[in-house]
């Protein structure tokens, strides 16, 4: 059991999942969008609370697969070798699922009708993870500094304020969620190693 231990399992079936979903998307047309898509209608209405999940798998092309699923990757398998796969798993869909209920909190406030898909709220609960870990873990990872995570977060919420048809409300929501998740752990770990310690 332990040779895998280390190995990106999670992220990458992940990244298989979102891009297997992406491939029957292009091939169905709008019929998933249309039974995954998250809108504050359909949900809080309809009842369709599923769709606070399932728009996680959704992208609109090419372009928004190939970015979350590029950073999904590679930061989703340094975050998976430091807590392990099912701690990553966890926080991976805390994020989205937080990351969406924000978003629809968002809308409804601003009456906003529109349908949102991706998997940008649980990568950006990703960042917020990776941050709680460098302040508050005991631990070090190679060339991760708190500077050089704030950047990342920095730069990743600038493009998702300054671009169009982007979901920052879910983004917020799921780097928030992160954070405070990887906090807890980090807590809980501080508390177990004084309990060891005694």
């Given at each position: 059991m332990d040779r895998w231990?280390?190995?990106?399992?999670?992220?990458?079936?992940?990244?298989?999942?979102?891009?297997?979903?992406?491939?029957?998307?292009?091939?169905?047309?709008?019929?998933?969008?249309n039974m995954g898509?998250?809108?504050?209608?359909?949900?809080?209405?309809s009842g369709e609370y599923f769709r606070v999940l399932w728009a996680?798998?959704?992208?609109?092309?090419?372009?928004?697969?190939?970015?979350?699923?590029?950073?999904?990757?590679?930061?989703?398998?340094m975050i998976e070798k430091e807590v392990g796969h099912i701690r990553y798993t966890l926080f991976y869909f805390l994020s989205g699922i937080g990351g969406n209920l924000l978003s629809l909190w968002?809308?409804?406030?601003?009456?906003?009708?529109?349908?949102?898909?991706?998997?940008?709220?649980?990568?950006f609960g990703?960042?917020?993870?990776?941050?709680?870990?460098?302040?508050?873990s005991k631990r070090r990872m190679e060339n991760v500094t708190i500077p050089r995570v704030l950047l990342m977060?920095?730069?990743?919420?600038?493009s998702g304020l300054t671009g169009q048809n982007v979901d920052n409300a879910a983004h917020i929501g799921g780097l928030?969620?992160?954070?405070l998740a990887g906090m807890i752990m980090c807590v809980f770990q501080k508390l177990k190693m004084v309990k060891n310690n005694r």
């Open positions: 231990k280390d190995l990106p399992i999670v992220s990458a079936t992940l990244v298989a999942i979102n891009i297997f979903v992406f491939l029957i998307c292009t091939f169905t047309g709008n019929l998933l969008y898509r998250m809108d504050a209608w359909s949900v809080l209405i996680l798998f959704l992208h609109g092309d090419i372009g928004h697969i190939f970015n979350n699923m590029l950073i999904l990757f590679f930061l989703g398998a968002y809308k409804v406030q601003t009456g906003d009708m529109s349908g949102s898909i991706g998997a940008s709220g649980a990568v990703l960042d917020g993870v990776l941050l709680a870990m460098v302040l508050f977060i920095a730069y990743s919420l600038y928030v969620t992160g954070f």
